[in-house]
């Protein structure tokens, strides 16, 4: 007897036990503490809102906010970057370069920003002030002192909230009834709809909790439209048409402006004036006040050139040098507005694929404050190819969002110590060019390169074979060349050019020809392709015609 109810006591304390826990963990709000370290809560979108245990730094009692500049790059696709050597960290949007200078001053567009914090590096890793620059980025910060926690918020996000229909609704650990409940919360407070989980929805809470509540505990709430970001109106103005732009060959001197003649249907004109002159950023350049002069007169907007010199170890030095890549910007800014310029042109070659992310960044540092002057930034890139130095270094995509223009220079291809001779630009290369750029780059933003020369091939037998020689000339070289050997001109149609060819001694010479006919192939691709305009290299080795057909190409509309 005494056996049996000392199993019955034993059972009904057990059950008593059983049913306190159960009341105590998924009725009643549990007493385990589920936040004890800071976590970070990435409100990023409805489908991926998680959770990050990082250290967060707060000061002035928690209104300053400092986050992790690596989680901010990887969580938000902040543009950012540091440079160790130098301490300095940079962070750019469309139309904003934050500089923070160690734990010194800290930049906005080159301008001091007293009223934001400079950085913090603790254990080697960068802090940002998110508290003063998420205006910048459109993320908001919030730190929550009942959750340990701080909320990171894409405001460019759409954003679904509920509200609590019962007088007490349950947020629960778990998609499940009997699962712990983290917090209650009372009737007409609202929650953020994370996921909708058949009878559970995953919710986001003001206080920073993030579970699981009953459908029927909630009543669909407001929803909030994420901050749209608007494309910034073109510099370039619809009334004007297509660009057709010139590039000026500058090499010790500039030209006689008195000699040259009408262009037809030219409005812009880039002479290659600036060029990279060390690696602390300096320039050196041949800017030439009366040729500004001569253009403005003829209402040309002049976009002067900049270039690297073409050299891969100059450029590294420089790409890889945050104060360099700044010294440079304002010196070029300065330049163009001293001279009342309207824009650049970037032209950087041969480039090592190693510094493809850091010309992006040194791009993306210079589009700000040239947009800010409204001043036109357009970038030179190649056709795709396999060339790591001439072509793969282009980030095309990443580029093609912060310029104004990308001009693609569709000519070269068979390049002046090709093996082969070629064309410098058959019309199947060159469009197939243009469908390369326009996975990347949107129609409105390009410019198709045509060249204004071509070459003269020069086959020689040798004992191993043929070896080929090539010689740059203008259109009208070609035009003496033909009246001086009589030859005639034999229409290729896969190049979309006309063609000659004729001997000297054991020599064999090949010409494709850029004339009026060729370039109108290709400036009805840039209306095939709905693109921005032309760029031509380069101005001076054209014939006369070639601006007759140019202008009224340009004022056709396909």
Known sequence: MRTRIFYLLTLVVLVVVGLVYMLNNFFFVSKADFYTDH???????????????????????????????????????????????????????????????????????????????????????????????????????????????????????????????????????????????????????????????????????????????????????????????????????????????????????????????????????????????????????KIDSDYIKWAKDRNY???????????????????????????????????????????????????????????????????????????????DVTTKSLSENWSMFYDRKALGEVVDYINIMAYDEHWGSSPISGSVASIGWVEKGIKGILEDVPPEKILLGMPLYTRVWTETPTKEGVEVKSRAVTMDTVNTLIDKYNLEKLWNEDAGQNYVEYKKGKQTNKIWIEDGASIQLKYDLIHKYNLAGAALWRRGFETPDIWEVLDSSQNIQK
Do not use: C
Request: net charge negative; no cysteine; charged share 30%.
């Open 39 to 285: 976590r970070f809560i990435i409100n990023n979108s409805t489908a991926s809102t998680k959770e990050l245990h990082e250290e967060v730094i707060l000061e002035d009692e928690g209104t300053t906010i400092y986050a992790p500049l690596e989680l901010l790059i990887e969580e938000f696709n902040v543009k950012g970057d540091y440079d160790i050597e130098n301490n300095i960290a940079i962070i750019t949007t469309l139309d904003k370069v934050i500089r923070f200078y160690g734990e010194d001053i800290v930049k906005v567009n080159h301008k001091e920003a007293k009223d934001i914090p400079s950085m913090v590096l603790k254990e080697e890793k960068v802090y940002i002030p998110i508290s003063h620059v998420g205006e910048y980025l459109n993320i908001e910060s919030e730190y929550k002192p009942e959750t340990n926690g701080t909320i990171l918020t894409n405001l460019s996000i759409d954003r679904k909230f509920l509200e609590i229909s019962e007088e007490t609704g349950r947020l629960r650990a778990d998609n499940k009834l009997f699962s712990q409940v983290i917090t209650t919360i009372p009737k007409g407070e609202e929650l953020q709809l994370i996921n909708n989980d058949k009878k559970w929805l995953k919710v986001l809470s003001k206080e920073g909790y993030i579970g699981y509540i009953s459908k029927n505990s909630v009543i669909t709430g407001e929803e909030v439209k994420g901050v749209e970001i608007l494309d910034k109106p073109s510099l370039w103005p619809k009334e004007a048409g297509k660009i057709l732009l010139a590039w000026e060959h500058v090499h010790s001197k500039n030209p006689d402006t008195s000699k040259i003649g009408e262009l037809k249907g030219l409005n812009v004109i880039s002479p290659t004036w600036m060029e990279l002159k060390n690696d602390t950023g300096e320039i050196e350049h």
């Open 301 to 379: 907007q002049i976009w002067a050139l900049f270039d690297n010199q073409f050299n891969p170890d100059l450029t590294h030095a420089f790409l890889s040098n945050p104060i360099s890549r700044e010294t440079t910007i304002i010196k070029l800014l300065n330049l163009i507005k001293e001279y009342d310029m309207n824009g650049i042109n970037i032209d950087f070659e041969n480039v090592y694929l190693e510094d493809k992310d850091k010309l992006v960044q040194f791009v993306r540092e210079l589009v700000p404050v040239f947009h800010e002057n409204q001043l036109v930034v357009s970038m």
